[in-house]
């Protein structure tokens, strides 16, 4: 199964700042996503991030204040852009390998507070 | 949006089994039904996954009805390591998760 590492682990950051979290799999994908757990909740996906073009937004969340890299197969960025107290949260990666119905494996998230 | 229905939480002793329920009437007929677990400040972590036929492996047993319409985790001797929230889930499409509220599971010594 796939490896997934995430950079930063956790964050303090100032309001009005952006951060751009990192995630790298070990071996070649498929799929990845961004996913947001926000205090107490469940895991809410942000976005698909496609290789070499444009991510996939889902509903409610916005190019503009979560831009989404993926320049190759095993590596991805998230960035949290203008961060408000309201952005704090644990936001996690995942992928899923290139069989079908292979489980999706997950990093540990960076956690995120912002003041 | 995958829709699924899990008991908030559920108590279990060490080294009993824990069943876990998840109610997914909506699934498709094709989809595979996938459990995570999330222990405290991890990802989500893969346990098991079927479609059909019941399965097993070092972590876990998956029983999944007839109809398809519910399924089972089982942990056949709970340790306080398995205290951690439990979701049922499959891919919606695009391979997206959606994962509802889960169980919290959690065991007593």
């Known amino acids: 199964s796939a490896v997934i590492s995430q950079k930063p682990s956790r964050d303090i950051c100032q309001r009005g700042t952006s951060l751009t979290i990192q995630c790298q799999v070990d071996s070649q994908v498929t799929m990845m996503f961004w996913y947001r757990q926000q205090p107490g909740q469940s895991l809410t996906l942000i976005a698909t991030a496609n290789q070499g073009s444009e991510a996939t937004y889902e509903s409610g969340f916005v190019i503009d204040k979560f831009p989404i890299s993926r320049p190759n197969l095993t590596f991805s960025t998230l960035t949290v852009s203008n961060m408000s107290p309201e952005d704090s949260s644990i936001y996690l990666c995942s992928a899923v390998g290139q069989d079908s119905n292979q489980p999706q494996h997950f990093g540990d998230g960076t956690r995120l507070s912002i003041l | 949006d995958a829709k699924t229905t899990q008991p908030t939480s559920m108590d279990c002793a060490e080294g009993r089994a824990a069943n876990l329920p998840c109610n997914h009437s909506t699934i498709s007929g094709n989809e595979y039904v996938y459990w995570y677990r999330q222990i405290h400040s991890q990802g989500p972590q893969y346990i098991i996954h079927g479609l059909k036929n019941n399965e097993t492996n070092e972590m876990a047993s998956l029983i999944i009805t007839e109809d398809r319409k519910s399924s089972t985790l089982i942990l056949p001797h709970a340790t306080l390591r398995d205290t951690a929230v439990y979701y049922c889930?499959?891919?919606?499409?695009?391979?997206?998760?959606?994962f509802g509220a889960g169980t919290t599971v959690t065991v007593r010594a």
């Open positions: 889930t499959w891919y919606v499409n695009d391979y997206k998760l959606s």
